[in-house]
């Protein structure tokens, strides 16, 4: 699993390899009070930049990350990335998010059309959750319009590529801060 973080903490499992601390946003029970928003990336995502860049455009995943660190920056939140090809790594990272984070943004990849698990994982966290994609599922294959995230999401980015990931934390945070 590749994963970046914001911040190192006694809790973090081996699979977590890199942090930063950003912003100051008041938050209960979080010693350093920022809000902080967990991302998850689903397989294949990993090859962005090279993946039919026609669809998913030339950014590559960290450069979305470096995007949304910036983006978390300005908005005075800590941002959490992490990436696997795994349902079940997936599932065990969005569970750690459970008394830790605030909120998810997640692009779930093909898990969108096919995990009930990863839902079920979602909504077992009982926290906010903004689905994006880079393309338009809808504009593509039929299989790609059901989603099993978009009923338990709060919102849905779809089709404006690496921009909709700054767009989602914007719109997460706002949701957060009331
Ligand atoms: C995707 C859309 C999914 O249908 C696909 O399986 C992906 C990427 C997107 O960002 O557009 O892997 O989530």
Do not use: W
């Not at 689903?42 to 983006?71: C, F, H, V, W």
């Amino acid at each position: 699993m590749t994963v970046t973080k914001d911040r190192a903490r006694e809790t973090q499992t081996k699979s977590r390899t890199k942090s930063q601390t950003i912003g100051s946003q008041t938050s209960a029970g979080r010693a350093s009070g920022a809000l902080r928003i967990l991302v998850v990336h689903g397989p294949n995502l990993n090859l962005l930049g090279k993946r039919e860049p026609e669809l998913y455009g030339s950014q590559t995943l960290a450069d979305i990350d470096a995007d949304l660190t910036a983006a978390a920056k300005e908005l005075c939140v800590e941002v959490e990335s992490v990436q696997s090809n795994h349902e079940g790594e997936l599932i065990d990272r969005i569970q750690e998010a459970m008394g830790h984070a605030d909120g998810i943004l997640i692009n779930p990849g093909g898990f969108t059309h096919s995990s009930i698990a990863l839902r079920d994982a979602l909504v077992a966290t009982g926290l906010p959750v903004v689905e994006i994609h880079l393309s338009n599922v809808y504009a593509r294959e039929s299989f790609r319009r059901l989603s099993y995230v978009s009923p338990i999401a709060i919102g849905v980015i779809s089709g404006l590529g690496a921009q909709g990931y700054r767009f989602g934390l914007e719109a997460l945070v706002k949701r957060l801060n009331g």
